[in-house]
């Protein structure tokens, strides 16, 4: 079996064939009539771009929209998201996640704003250039911002491309990666890059989705090789899952009159900048035994109770977290220094890292 539909298979920058334009010309009428409107769409201006863009890595834009609209109310412009501390930028990121996008975004703008005077490069190589930018991203804003020819091979594109060249590898394959692109370049117009862009991410997020996609209201049915073949349900191939290790952590939610201990975790290293409960590593004895020689200089450990457990993935470890409430008496001695006592009920609202955000339903249990 080919991984190729007809035509449309030359390598970057020898793809004028009529498939490959058949692609664009389909993608821009189904575009006109049932594209999306969404707030970052009623702008050229590359800062609201890029923005939009990093937001919407690794996440939906349902829940995009309203951090999006927040953010540029306290940041109006890169001038003043550089002007900013990052705890501020990290804060106002409280919920959305993957906070390395919130730190590359502060040191993307502080760089511009030294180097550049507040401009950013419309090419993709110096787009590529900027912390938490890779190519997928600086294609988007090449296209959406300057209108210039650059393909993106994001998420969405990953999986109509597979489908629709019926890609029979794994698709982070480095092999695959190459083909992936080279497509991608190929599809690309050379003209309404900014509209092309545009719709083929709607239909990667409307039509040709993970699950279920809607192939009979799909403007490339007729071109696409999975279609034909009955591969769809099976296209993207599944990645084979790497065995990564696991870790087992301690965290207390020290309780004194209905206020709790949160700690800023360092700038700098993982997770940096984001706020944590105290906690301990766990393989080292008992729990119960650990927690009271954790506070052995404080006077009166009135209670402590295990809440529950919750388990959270990193890239490179499994994190299982159990979380224990501790009431104190007096807490006035581990204050000093320790972090910010905070109401339980403003937790919701800290951007606690991941493994401890999943912690907060357990709080009432
Ligand atoms: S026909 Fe179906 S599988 Fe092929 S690109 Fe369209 S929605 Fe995706």
């Known amino acids: ?21 058949d692609v664009a010309e389909r993608l821009l009428n189904w575009y006109g009539l049932a594209g999306r409107e969404l707030p970052w769409r009623q702008t050229r201006d590359p800062y609201r771009i890029w923005l939009s863009e990093i937001m919407l890595q690794q996440t939906t834009v349902a829940a995009v929209v309203g951090y999006y609209r927040r953010f540029l109310e306290r940041f109006t412009s890169l001038e003043t998201l550089a002007s900013a501390p990052l705890e501020d930028v990290i804060d106002l990121w409280a919920g959305l996640g993957y906070y390395a996008r ?36 600086a294609g988007a804003i090449s296209a959406l911002a300057f209108d210039l020819r650059a393909p993106i091979l994001d998420g969405n594109v990953r999986r109509i491309l597979c ?41 990667g997020a409307l039509v040709c989705t993970p699950n279920k996609p809607d192939c009979e209201q799909c403007p490339l049915e ?44 360092p700038a700098s290293g993982l997770l ?22 954790y506070f052995a200089g404080i006077e009166r450990i009135s209670e402590i109770r295990l809440l529950g457990r919750a388990r959270h993935l990193y890239s490179h470890f499994r994190l299982e977290v159990d979380f224990y409430r501790v009431e104190l008496e007096p807490c006035e001695r581990i204050a000093e220094g320790a972090g910010l006592w905070l109401p339980l009920g403003d937790l919701e609202q800290l951007a606690l890292h991941g493994a401890h955000k999943k912690l907060l339903p357990l709080i009432g249990a």
């Open 1 to 21: 079996m080919t991984d190729s539909p007809q035509k449309a298979q030359g390598p970057a920058g020898h793809c004028l064939s009529f498939a490959a334009q």
């Open 102 to 137: 919130a730190r590359n975004l502060h040191a993307t703008a502080r760089r511009l704003v030294a180097e550049r005077g507040g401009e950013f490069p419309a090419g993709v190589a110096e787009l590529m250039r900027l912390p938490g930018i890779g190519r997928s991203t």
């Open 163 to 203: 489908r629709l060249f019926a890609l029979q590898e794994p698709p982070r394959s480095a092999r695959a990666d190459k083909k992936l692109w080279s497509w991608a370049e190929c599809l690309t117009p050379g003209h309404r890059v900014h509209d092309y862009t545009q719709a083929i991410m709607d239909l």
């Open 222 to 265: 007729t071109l696409c090789v999975a279609r034909s073949r009955n591969l769809v349900e099976l296209l993207p191939l599944k990645m084979p899952r790497k065995k990564i290790p696991g870790r087992h952590q301690l965290a207390l939610l020290l309780v004194d009159r209905e206020r709790c201990l949160v700690q800023r975790r």
């Open 272 to 293: 940096g900048s984001l706020w944590e409960f105290p906690g301990l590593e766990a393989d080292a004895g008992e729990p119960l035994e650990m927690i009271r020689q």
